[in-house]
């Protein structure tokens, strides 16, 4: 009998321990952080890869990031001499809180790309019987949904490491301006919206993100003044 009570009481033991360490890692006291994040994504959409900037805010169970496509590299050949551009609006949610050493997250990502590239074509006469040359200038619209999961890690203090993938539908459209070369042919011009055409887009992400808690960023305002 006194065995059993021993083994009991150590196992209470334990189980309160265990307990104050996840209480003191997983505080109620929540701090929402303000901060910067640097990712690189692959987007299939843009058939790119993109470095991303955002000013990124978290909440217990929330965060939100908003930011421009700052840096591209081409996934498929012949794509250096296109131009692009876009942005991000990424949101997560964290079941188990956001403060966790490691915390999984699904989320939601709202990415816009502008693309547009010149190039000399050859195409049909009228008639069909014979081509000619053009330059033709394509402007991209697209609009893409991603959804997915992720993960981020807090190594140390505010920097965090996270990496995600997801995937969605999306739209685009295109505006087609072709600039005859060859005497006797005159321009053409195609313009669609950015809903006329449909897809599936892919993408991963990889990134740091520093943030720093409000409370914290009071408390040095008030130091300065």
């Known amino acids: 009998m006194?065995?059993?009570?021993?083994?009991?009481?150590?196992?209470?033991?334990?189980?309160?321990t265990v307990q104050l360490g996840w209480a003191q890692k997983d505080s109620t006291a929540f701090d929402n952080?303000?901060?910067?994040?640097?990712?690189?994504?692959?987007?299939?959409?843009?058939?790119?890869?993109?470095?991303?900037?955002?000013?990124?805010y978290t909440m217990k169970h929330h965060a939100v990031a908003l930011g421009p496509?700052?840096?591209?590299?081409?996934l498929f050949p012949g794509q250096n001499d296109w131009a692009r551009s876009g942005f991000s609006f990424v949101y997560q949610y964290f079941p188990i809180r956001s403060n966790r050493l490691f915390s999984?997250?699904?989320?939601?990502?709202l990415n816009?790309?502008?693309?547009?590239?010149?190039?000399?074509?050859?195409?049909?006469?009228?008639?069909?019987?014979?081509?000619?040359?053009?330059?033709?200038?394509?402007?991209?619209?697209?609009?893409?949904?991603?959804f997915g999961i992720g993960t981020?890690?807090?190594?140390?203090?505010?920097?965090?490491?996270?990496?995600?993938?997801?995937?969605?539908?999306?739209?685009?459209?295109?505006?087609?301006?072709?600039?005859?070369?060859?005497a006797g042919y005159s321009d053409t011009k195609v313009k669609e919206h950015p809903f006329s055409h449909y897809e599936t887009g892919l993408m991963f992400r990889i990134g740091i993100t520093y943030q720093v808690g409000l409370s914290e960023?009071?408390?040095?305002?008030?130091c300065c003044d």
């Open 104 to 109: 999984p997250y699904l989320f939601y990502d």
């Open 69 to 74: 496509h700052i840096i591209y590299q081409g």
């Open 2 to 16: 006194k065995n059993a009570c021993r083994i009991v009481l150590t196992v209470g033991v334990l189980i309160a």
């Open 152 to 182: 981020r890690c807090n190594f140390y203090k505010g920097l965090f490491v996270h990496l995600n993938i997801g995937a969605g539908p999306g739209s685009f459209g295109q505006s087609t301006t072709d600039r005859s070369l060859t």
């Open 112 to 146: 816009y790309g502008f693309i547009k590239s010149t190039r000399e074509e050859r195409i049909p006469t009228p008639d069909g019987t014979d081509t000619y040359t053009v330059s033709r200038k394509v402007v991209s619209n697209s609009i893409m949904h991603h």
């Open 33 to 56: 952080k303000l901060g910067i994040d640097i990712s690189y994504s692959g987007l299939s959409y843009l058939e790119s890869a993109v470095g991303e900037f955002h000013i990124t």
């Open 217 to 222: 960023l009071k408390k040095q305002k008030k």
